[in-house]
């Protein structure tokens, strides 16, 4: 990780040798009474974290706290059909380090209704997998995560907000995904099928709801590829 990011803002705090945090300052940052760290509370302003004690059995750090910055999100909601966890825990950390907005998983027709119950879910593992994408990106803003029923639950929830909606297709595309500009306040709604893909009931309801199908070329990726992929072309013009 880039920095600790923490949830709430603090003036000082100590780990025990049975926090992760302990273990990450001490063996792989290798700090020492006196060093600084990069650190940000979630959602509000970055800082600078000051070792005070260490030793085998704890850390103190004191925090100074800068002006709190405005979310640094690209405009982007990204829908995923619900995969395998570890397609999924990929996709969390992945999509979290770019920028996006909000993640929407949605049971797909061609995916397993089971990878829902994994312990991804029933966890708090997915908001860590979040986090630790956050905070690889230096960044501080946590995005929105949901889950829906199908694909046809999730479109009904968006269907009256603003934005260019583009749907990732291998088979029935229109065209190559290319880098696109959006007005203020509005944002791409980028949709990508489960591992097994779109059914054709699923690739009418993105069209019936305004998704052109594009594709990132001849061969056939897997879903978090294709995640990175397409959000490393979108992100080429929205962070102009």
């Not at 003036?11 to 040798?17: A, F, I, L, P, S």
């Not at 059909?81 to 397609?87: H, K």
């Not at 630790?132 to 968006?158: M, N, R, W, Y």
């Not at 998704?211 to 929205?238: D, N």
Request: aromatic residues 6%; hydrophobic residues 35%; glycine residues 8%.
């Amino acid at each position: 990780m880039n920095l600790i990011l923490l949830p709430e803002p603090v003036h000082r705090v100590k780990w025990d040798k049975s926090s992760e945090l302990f273990h990450h300052l001490e063996k792989t940052l290798k700090v020492r009474q006196g060093s600084t760290i990069d650190c940000a509370v979630e959602n509000g302003p970055r800082g600078k974290g000051t070792i005070e004690v260490i030793d085998d059995e704890e850390v103190e750090v004191s925090f100074q706290w800068c002006s709190p910055h405005p979310p640094d999100f690209l405009p982007v909601h990204l829908l995923v059909g619900l995969s395998r966890p570890q397609t999924c825990r990929k996709i969390l950390e992945q999509a979290s380090t770019m920028g996006v907005e909000e993640i929407h998983f949605f049971g797909s027709q061609k995916g397993e209704a089971s990878y829902a119950y994994s312990t991804l879910w029933t966890t708090d593992e997915w908001q860590q997998k979040i986090r630790a994408g956050v905070a690889q990106a230096f960044s501080s803003h946590i995005p929105l995560c949901k889950h829906h029923q199908d694909l046809e639950t999730l479109l009904a929830e968006i269907k009256e907000k603003k934005g260019i909606r583009i749907g990732m297709d291998n088979y029935e595309a229109l065209g190559k995904l290319e880098p696109c500009a959006v007005e203020e306040s509005e944002s791409i709604f980028l949709a990508i099928g489960a591992e097994r893909g779109w059914s054709g009931d699923e690739r009418n309801q993105l069209r019936e709801n305004g998704f052109t199908l594009m594709h990132l070329g001849q061969r056939v990726l897997r879903v978090e590829t294709a995640v990175v992929a397409a959000l490393g072309i979108l992100g080429v013009s929205l962070e102009e």
